[in-house]
């Protein structure tokens, strides 16, 4: 079976390269070199993955994303089968594939991002600094700290972002899903943002910031409903 068979047997849409494999890798190559030139990762940390059809495309362990081509091209099926290329996996398959089973999402961005990695070692869940908290579904919550790589902190990821689109994992990073790698890896920045905004304010001496309540949430996550442009 040729790798297009493999991965178009579903008709799951991953985004606009939900038919085209090669065109689904480059976007994942794409956008984990777009999270080491953010900023968001240093050397191999951090993974990217995209979901199509019933085959999940990941970065390969401890490979640099310049380094990564079209022939380069990973995917395991959603039990971690290697069903596409010869590179290993990354090791952190076993949370992707946890997201992918029990979410709608079809990409994934993982980072090892500077201030949220930061907040992580301090809070259970992100302070209401701003608003757009609401378009990760609300409070972004920290996943208890598990070994990189295990089934445990998958678990604790799954656990973390019930109701959400990311969450922090405590002294190591984030993760982010959505529906195409775009809004994922926009889910990313976002929440490094957040972080920044409140280890900034944090910083002033004798305050603390101002935080929104759980009803100014609300009321910003019902007019982002309708936020952007609309069809004709």
Excluded: F, K
């Amino acid at each position: 079976m040729s790798a297009h068979e493999e991965i178009s047997g579903s008709g799951r849409d991953a985004g606009p390269a939900a038919d085209d494999p090669r065109r689904a890798w480059a976007e994942v190559v794409a956008t984990a070199r777009r999270t080491t030139a953010d900023g968001l990762v240093v050397g191999t940390s951090g993974n990217v993955s995209a979901r199509v059809g019933d085959v999940v495309l990941v970065t390969p362990s401890g490979v640099p994303y310049d380094r990564l081509g079209p022939d380069d091209i990973t995917g395991v099926d959603l039990a971690g089968r290697q069903v596409i290329g010869d590179l290993t996996p990354t090791s952190e398959l076993p949370m992707h594939l946890a997201v992918y089973r029990a979410t709608d999402a079809a990409a994934i961005v993982h980072t090892h991002a500077v201030h949220a990695t930061a907040v992580s070692t301090l809070v259970d869940e992100v302070p209401l600094i701003h608003y757009m908290a609401a378009a990760l579904g609300g409070p972004v919550r920290v996943a208890p700290y598990a070994v990189y790589g295990s089934d445990e902190l998958a678990a604790h990821v799954l656990a973390a972002l019930d109701g959400r689109s990311g969450c922090l994992l405590r002294n190591h990073g984030t993760l982010t899903y959505g529906a195409t790698l775009e809004q994922a890896l926009d889910r990313t920045a976002q929440l490094e943002w957040m972080c920044r905004v409140w280890l900034a304010a944090s910083t002033v001496p004798g305050r603390a910031p101002a935080l929104l309540t759980p009803g100014q949430l609300d009321e910003t996550a019902a007019r982002l409903r309708g936020y952007g442009q609309r069809g004709e």
